[in-house]
């Protein structure tokens, strides 16, 4: 299944997955992303994970593909969460996708929150 064709939204405290007339609730964006890979991705999750997250800044879920099996982040994702630094345990990723990993944050909306590649506006 295309990754295009799945939808997340937050509706009434619970993560709301839509997928090819499949509409699910769970309670938290770990959930969603467990059945995103097991149920609507099991060949593509093999390659590549899609991460469900809950940005911490805005409150939308959002999704990125994480370039590694989803058993293989599963059990990285534990180390992390015993303890390891993520730079450690997710040392082949990229700064961006460690932080959407640990906020939810995606590289948008921190360059929206910065105003990066814009300009400093001077006052006279």
């Known amino acids: 299944m295309d990754e295009k064709e799945i939808k997340v939204s937050i509706f009434y405290n619970k993560v709301k997955v839509l ?3 499949i509409d699910q609730n769970f309670d938290n964006d770990y959930e969603a992303t467990d059945y995103i890979n097991r149920e609507l991705r099991k060949e593509e999750s093999e390659k590549n994970t899609l991460l469900c997250r809950i940005c911490d ?5 959002r999704l990125m593909e994480i370039p590694m099996p989803y058993k293989e982040f599963v059990i990285r994702r534990k180390q992390w969460w015993l303890g ?4 450690t345990v997710f040392n082949d990723l990229t700064v961006h ?16 929150l910065f105003n990066k590649g814009k300009k400093d506006e001077v006052r006279s």
């Not at 800044?57 to 879920?61: E, I, K, M, P, Y």
């Not at 390891?84 to 730079?87: T, V």
Request: aromatic share 10%; charged share 20%.
């Open 19 to 21: 997928a090819s007339g």
């Open 57 to 61: 800044l805005d409150g939308f879920v």
């Open 97 to 112: 996708q460690r932080e959407f990993i640990m906020t939810g944050i995606p590289p948008e909306v921190w360059n929206k």
């Open 84 to 87: 390891k630094l993520i730079q």
